[in-house]
Nanobody
Framework: QRQLVESGGGLVQPGGSLRLSCVAS????????IGWFRQAPGKEREGVSC????????YYADSVKGRFTISRDNAKNTVYLQMNSLKPEDTAVYYC???????????????WGQGTQVTVSS
């Protein structure tokens, strides 16, 4: 069965950092663009970042640009999201998902993980 598992979430103070991991099992991530999405209570799920399956191009939502960095290690079948300078507004459940191209749109994605909670609070 194809699965994605996110990890690395937790409680962090404003200005802190976390690194999220998205590990695939049952398939190879090499053939997919991988997007990170998040959903806060009462809000729509939104695209955060994406890394292309082809040339490794990266894309970021304006809200995280300059603070978050997405990367992939195909040998480990893993995609990472390094989150720096975290703000309370970053609090959400973070999900990774496969896509065929980096559109950062939920409607175009295929496989999803269960999510990992990120809480930024003093």
């Amino acid at each position: 069965q194809r699965q994605l598992v996110e990890s690395g979430g937790g409680l962090v103070q404003p200005g802190g950092s976390l690194r999220l991991s998205c590990v695939a099992s049952g398939f190879t991530l090499d053939y997919y663009a991988i997007g990170w999405f998040r959903q806060a209570p009462g809000k729509e799920r939104e695209g955060v970042s994406c890394i292309s399956e082809s040339d490794g191009s990266t894309y970021y939502a304006d809200s995280v640009k300059g603070r978050f960095t997405i990367s992939r290690d195909n040998a480990k079948n893993t995609v990472y999201l390094q989150m720096n300078s975290l703000k309370p507004e970053d609090t959400a459940v973070y999900y990774c998902a496969t896509d065929f191209e980096c559109l950062l749109e939920v409607t175009t994605t295929q496989y999803w993980g269960q999510g990992t909670q990120v809480t930024v609070s003093s």
